[in-house]
């Protein structure tokens, strides 16, 4: 079974970016029976969706990038690799970098994406024994409880205050919704938990006994070459600013105390914005200096690529999805109500979710399936008398479910560990199938 999915993978699994392409071409194929839309129209809602989420990805990519900044702060890396000497066999590395990227991940997205990785290869320096490939995808395989945690956009959306959630959700929420009833809820908790042990497991049991793949020693060295400026060499009133600790330390002073004016005093929930904020902080004072901080800031920015290169593309395949013709019906409208006639407040979450699931093939985002999902489930979901932070989660779940087949979010971790797509996709097959029979039975045991 491994083998055959491995073999599958490669074969037939492009490029992420040809990927994008072709899953533009069958959106666009798809709409127009369904929908009854012509090909002008199409082509209308999709190029007038390219640019309708550049904020949003602006923001995913500043997850991202000060993620990745952290995670190579010194005193983080020293960790890394004090943990990177920890595992005595295979297989108890891959269970170790699984648990630390799922922990990780679940704390933030793109922390968690990027530590995973870093922690992967800095045990790949020390042990030949490890199917590298392997060792990458489980990695990768973390992220697939990211929206469950507590950088997750659609929980952390439903939690701020404001008109533009009573809009999003045609008037199905007029009040936030609690953490507490979303990625704090104990079903959601429980959950995570059981996902992290099912692909830990899955992961160590797919280690092959032979026919492992290493690779060069020289591509795991870290290649940054930057040349700082020491506190000794500063002699220009320039470089004794960009040494200055005390800048540092400043500006994370200002974005802690705007952190607790918004959360404490004002009462607001932690937001996106709050998260990149306490990331950029820790960055800041734990790379020391400001120039320190540029450097590393430069250096992880080129993770991003991908995300730049083909968010685009995908905001496009969105404008298909949601693009209503003269029919007055739209592709996700198709999907959610085909969705919603089937259900009844029992399954309800779990079609939600394999809705999500599906449509996250095609725009993988979390403001994107909000964009698609929220103004149709939330009200179909009040209407059967769904819990909303259930019918949340079981977007959210879905949104992150098929990460582990789409190749989108693995850019910056394939970039990193210099593999492809294709190397890692049939392990991560294989943690979809586990994966999914946890988060469905733990949606309808939530429902019930």
Known sequence: MIKFCVRLVQRWLPEPFIFAIL????????????????????????GGGVWNLLAFAMQMALVLVCGSTLAAAPIVKRGIDAMARIPQSAPSAIALVTVVSALACWLNWGFGLIVGVVFAKAIARQRSDVDYRLLIASAYSGFVVWHAGISGSIPLTMATPGEALAMATNGALTNPVPLAQTIFNWHNLITVLLV?????????????????????????????????VTQASAKTPAQRLEQSKLL?????????????????????????????????????????TPVDYVHAFGKATTGAAGIILQFPFYAGIMGIVTGIGISGISLGGVMADACIRISNPV?????????????NLFVPSGGGHWAVQAPVMFT???NLGVDPGLTGMAIAWGDAWTNLIQPFWALPALAIARLDAKDIMGYCLIDLLVTGVIICAGLLVWAM
């Not at 533009?24 to 002008?40: D, E, G, I, Y």
């Not at 399954?347 to 449509?359: E, G, H, I, S």
């Open 23 to 46: 899953l533009t071409f069958v959106a666009a194929l798809v709409a127009m029976p369904l929908c009854h839309q012509t090909p002008l129209e199409v082509i209308e809602h999709w």
């Open 380 to 382: 179909a979901g009040a």
């Open 347 to 359: 399954t309800y979450p779990l079609l939600t979710f394999l809705c999500a699931a599906v449509l």
């Open 196 to 228: 992290i042990i099912g692909i830990t497991i899955a992961n160590t049991l797919m280690h092959p006994k032979q026919g492992i793949l290493t690779i060069d020693p020289a591509l795991l060295k870290d290649d940054d070459n930057v040349q700082h």
């Open 248 to 288: 540092s330390w400043l500006v994370a002073l200002m974005l802690v105390a705007y952190l607790v004016i918004h959360l404490a005093v004002r009462g607001a929930g932690l937001d996106l914005g709050g998260v990149i904020m306490i990331f950029l902080a820790l960055g800041l004072v734990l790379h020391s």
